[in-house]
């Protein structure tokens, strides 16, 4: 037992320090280290051009920093990448110490970065989560009844609150959401003219996807540019392209392969 009292004490002795500290106790995470870091994920020294580096929510996370970069030759968009803090504590602590021992390290894969969203892609990624909750809602009493609900106004009536708990009747834009099944019932659209007036596609179309499905009446289709129109788990298409969450570090991209297939390593990063 008495062999075991400096492991005991090292590790009280650390989490005091890491529970008080803030970002702006951590040494900066400078661009050229980062650059550096990101040179040596990828597997070569490829340009990196550091864009910025920011702390991750200071208060509950101060060891973490997000650094957003480009490469300049690569004609990809900006993507992010994390960094967190390798802690290294000594063999022993005497006291405490000025700064945390350890040094910034990558921490993520790198993905995309977003721009902001305007007001009008806030409103359609408002309105492609509501439909599939809607959705969600509609298959599950497909699933209990073997059929889907039936047309009409009393849609929200079927599905709260078994199945939802508040039906978004309205879509961001103020319009009703429209919910059109079949003779069969056995598929169903649910649609949205976005920011449009009227929809683009004809009255044939909606109710040709409510009797047969959206695979078999999507070709040759052209929805406005904001609308949304949704069947049997499947959008007609999106606005835009929905991020994909836990991609390779530089997705289709090899900057630095070789034609004998192999990279150059990158220097261990500097302080």
């Given at each position: ?212 499905g959206l695979e078999s009446s999507a070709t040759g289709r052209l929805a406005g540019p904001s609308e949304l129109v949704y069947s049997d788990g499947t959008f007609l298409r999106l606005p835009f392209p929905e991020s994909v969450e836990g991609m390779a570090f530089l997705p289709g991209l090899h900057p630095c392969a070789s034609p004998g297939g192999g ?9």
């Amino acid at each position: 037992m008495r062999s075991a009292l400096p492991f005991l004490v090292l590790v009280l002795g650390a989490e005091g320090p890491l529970a008080a500290q803030t970002a702006d106790d951590f040494p900066p995470l400078t661009r050229d280290f980062a650059a550096a870091a990101i040179q040596k994920a990828i597997g070569c020294p490829v340009d990196v051009l550091v864009l910025s580096v920011e702390a991750d929510e200071p208060d509950e996370k101060p060891a973490s920093r997000t650094v957003v970069f480009r490469l300049p030759e690569s004609g990809t968009a900006d993507l992010g990448v994390g960094f967190d803090w390798e802690w290294q504590l000594p063999n022993a602590v005497e006291g405490e110490w000025s700064e945390p021992p350890g040094r910034w390290k990558v921490a993520s894969a790198a993905s995309p970065v977003r721009p902001l969203d305007s007001d009008e892609t806030r409103k359609v990624r408002r309105a492609v989560a509501e439909m599939r909750t809607i959705a969600t809602a509609v298959e599950a009493f497909g699933v209990d009844y073997e059929v889907y609900p039936p047309a009409g106004t009393g849609l929200w009536k079927r599905l709260v609150p078994t199945y939802l708990r508040r039906f978004p009747a309205r879509d961001p834009w103020g319009n009703a959401y429209r919910y059109e099944t079949g003779p069969a019932r056995d598929h169903y659209v649910l649609a949205s003219t976005g920011g449009e007036e009227f929809s683009r596609l004809p009255e044939s179309y909606f109710r040709e996807v409510a009797a047969t499905g959206l695979e078999s009446s999507a070709t040759g289709r052209l929805a406005g540019p904001s609308e949304l129109v949704y069947s049997d788990g499947t959008f007609l298409r999106l606005p835009f392209p929905e991020s994909v969450e836990g991609m390779a570090f530089l997705p289709g991209l090899h900057p630095c392969a070789s034609p004998g297939g192999g990279a150059p390593e990158a220097a261990e990063p500097g302080g």
